[in-house]
């Protein structure tokens, strides 16, 4: 039959591994490093490593006699395996994880710190991916002294009751090839020379005493390859030196993201008001860590020159969000599938009409404006007739798609009779309504207690159009919005009536009710006077 060997023969074997045989060493040796986890999970790739040596011999003769196999040292690995590690990497780059006090599955014969660091110090001059968590400060200052000529990636780590002040010079401050650096609590030379080449830095958990503002400044003057800029959860002290001694503006023109989270306003407003960076593509700036009561200039002068970016994002993706506060504004751009620009802004001001004058300029306004699906939240504990009249001019921007009022803080009233407000577009258009573009009006809170001013308000914005202007004005849909207040339950129920009129009324596309319990979009439901919602 087919396939069957001769009789009186015996079947020969064909061991998976043959093919193998006939692979230069150089391959399966590329083969092997693909199929490791990457070497931040040093636990895991060592593992895989001598499971692989235990395949067959070839492949154990080949991982022996690859050093670049054998390039990670770690606390999480037992002495003796980080000691064979060093030995087998003979002088290949070598990438070092030392965390202080980390708990891992062999805590029991995981190496030591002191004979770790001693073990790793030697080899300095090898290290490539670094990663140091300590909890003493002088640590990094005892140990941390020889160059460390390959070394390309760095984060350290210190974390200890208090703060020290007194700055570190890593590495004798001989790093040529270092291009990302994190430092998260400790105070470093920031006039070392590796400063140069860096193209990622990432700054956490500093105090005034260990940076200033100024030093930020110097850094970006002396980075001119940076990149990728993070300073968080950082006091920096701000004590500028007289603008002859630093350049008045700086240009990084490679830099392409700007997180700025949870540092002081007066910081945040001297970087931003310093940088040009004409290739930026994602801006956050989260949290500022004090009061902008005092930053009146806030958000200009120190965001006017990024306009153009915002401009740009806001074309790209064709949609943000706005929540306006008392004190501050949230607008955030996301990236989409078709374009990689995005940013969010948690900008604080002195007044409501210091953020709405700056969104307004970014956006423009009439012929001027760039029209995008804006959604807008106001969310505020009062409005001034100041705050009112700022909110009148903004009303006339076409953009404005979705709007949400936080009817328990945000005084309903006023609001809603401005959507029944029309005047002249200044654009051509004739006479148009407040916020002409907007589809989407959601009431959010847990008394249904605005229903009569908003039947008053749809009235007046629909009522009188002409069938020209109709066709420009789009149909509101209405969402009842309850669903933030799930502990507590609506205090107060619909009148039947006054709905069924609401969702006939014209204009309306549709009357719908959002709670907790219940599908976003779910149609306004008919109760009964006996009936608790």
């Avoid at 780059?93 to 980390?102: N, T, W």
């Avoid at 958000?299 to 806001?314: K, N």
């Avoid at 996301?334 to 995005?342: A, G, I, K, V």
Wanted: contains cysteine; charged residues 20%.
């Amino acid at each position: 039959m087919l396939g069957r060997p001769p009789t009186g023969t015996k079947p020969e074997f064909i061991s998976p591994l043959n093919g193998w045989s006939k692979l230069p060493l150089e391959l399966i040796s590329y083969i092997i490093a693909l199929s490791l986890p990457r070497t931040g999970l040093s636990k895991a790739r060592m593992e895989a490593l001598y499971s692989a040596r235990m395949v067959s011999r070839m492949w154990r003769d080949t991982i022996d006699s690859t050093p670049s196999l054998w390039n990670v040292v770690s606390s999480d690995l037992p002495l003796h395996v980080n000691t064979t590690a060093i030995q087998q990497s003979g002088c290949s780059p070598l990438d070092v994880y030392v965390i202080e006090g980390a708990v891992f599955s062999y805590s029991r014969q995981r190496s030591g710190l002191a004979e770790l660091l001693e073990l790793a110090t030697r080899e300095i001059g090898r290290w490539s991916t670094v990663t140091l968590w300590f909890t003493r400060f002088d640590v990094h200052s005892l140990h941390l002294t020889s160059p460390a000529p390959l070394l390309q990636d760095l984060t350290v780590i210190s974390q200890s009751w208090g703060s020290a002040s007194t700055p570190v010079t890593l590495f004798g401050g001989i790093a040529p090839k270092l291009e990302a650096l994190e430092v998260d609590g400790l105070p470093v030379d920031w006039t070392s020379s590796f400063i140069h080449g860096l193209k990622k830095l990432g700054i956490f958990n500093l105090e005034r005493e260990q940076m200033s503002t100024q030093q930020v400044l110097d850094v970006l003057v002396n980075a001119p390859l940076l990149e990728h800029l993070c300073i968080t959860d950082s006091t920096l002290e701000h004590h500028l030196q007289s603008l002859h001694i630093r350049p008045t503006i700086i240009q990084v023109p490679g830099l392409k993201t700007i997180k700025l989270h949870g540092i002081n306003t007066e910081a945040t407003m001297a970087i931003l008001s310093s940088i040009r960076a004409p290739n930026c593509i994602d801006l956050e700036i989260l949290d500022p860590g004090d009061n902008a009561a005092s930053t009146p200039s806030f958000p200009e002068p120190a965001l006017s020159h990024f306009g153009d970016f915002q401009r740009h994002t806001l074309s790209a993706n064709n949609t943000s969000t706005i929540d306006f506060f008392d004190f501050k504004i949230e607008w955030v751009c996301r990236c989409t599938s078709l374009s990689c620009l995005e940013f969010e802004l948690e900008i604080p001001y002195d007044a409501l009409a210091a953020g709405v004058e700056w969104v307004m300029n970014v956006v423009g306004s009439g012929t001027e404006e760039l029209v995008h699906k804006m959604e807008v939240r106001l969310d505020h504990d009062s409005l001034s007739d100041g705050d009112l009249a700022t909110y009148y001019t903004f009303s006339r921007c076409q953009s404005v798609t979705k709007l949400t009022l936080a009817c328990d803080r945000v005084p309903a009233r006023p609001i809603l009779d401005l959507l029944g407000t029309w005047r002249a577009s200044g654009a051509g258009k004739g006479r148009l309504p407040a916020f002409p573009g907007l589809e989407i009006l959601v009431l959010a809170s847990e008394e249904l207690t605005a229903l009569d001013d908003l039947e008053v308000s749809i009235s007046r914005r629909f009522g009188d159009l002409d069938d020209d202007i109709s066709q420009e004005i789009p149909n509101l849909s209405i969402v009842l919005d309850t669903s933030y207040y799930r502990d507590y339950g609506v205090r107060s129920k619909p009148d039947l009536a006054q709905v069924q009129r609401l969702r006939r009324a014209k204009g309306v596309e549709s009357l719908t009710r959002k709670s907790a319990g219940h599908q976003p979009g779910m149609l306004a439901v008919v109760y009964k006077e006996d009936m608790e919602l």
